[in-house]
């Protein structure tokens, strides 16, 4: 296993949402400070914001392969096309292993949350589910991503 995927994994044990957890395993890499990963990670917890929608490691993990992979001119075709492709691929390889890239599916629950208040951290929350493994896991298909992985996506 790689480094990245031990930090996200103690990130996220330390009480780090999963999209926080995720980016900030790789803030080193690509130029964020903690604080920096943090902050603008913050509100993709819960599945954006608690509601349940798009697993947060899968958007941490997509956050950072942008920066550390992705395009910077609108006018770069061919940068956003491998962009969306490496996206979809890491997006695949997550859902493939994962079986969804949804919390609210992840979590055995259904849709959004009640509240936007995040539940209290105890050894019983770490015990009921499965995220402290699936920021270890997207964090780790990232590691293993190499460009040019994504050609035929």
């Known amino acids: 296993m790689s480094q990245q995927a031990d930090r996200a994994e103690a990130l996220f044990y330390s009480g780090a949402n999963c999209a926080q957890s995720v980016l900030g395993a790789y803030a080193e890499q690509i130029g964020l400070s903690a604080s920096q990963a943090a902050r603008l990670a913050s509100g993709f917890g819960g599945g954006l914001g608690r509601q349940r929608g798009l697993c947060g490691a899968v958007s941490g993990m997509c956050m950072a392969a942008g920066l550390l992979y992705g395009y910077e001119s609108a006018q770069d075709d061919e940068g956003k096309l491998r962009t969306y492709q490496m996206v979809r691929l890491l997006c695949a390889q997550f859902q493939a292993k994962a079986g969804s890239m949804i919390c609210a599916e992840l979590l055995g629950k259904t849709g959004q949350t009640e509240t936007a208040r995040a539940e209290k951290r105890t050894p019983a929350y770490y015990e009921s589910r499965p995220c402290a493994g699936l920021c270890r896991l997207a964090a780790q298909l990232l590691a ?10």
């Open 144 to 153: 293993d991503y190499r460009p040019g992985d994504e050609a035929g996506q």
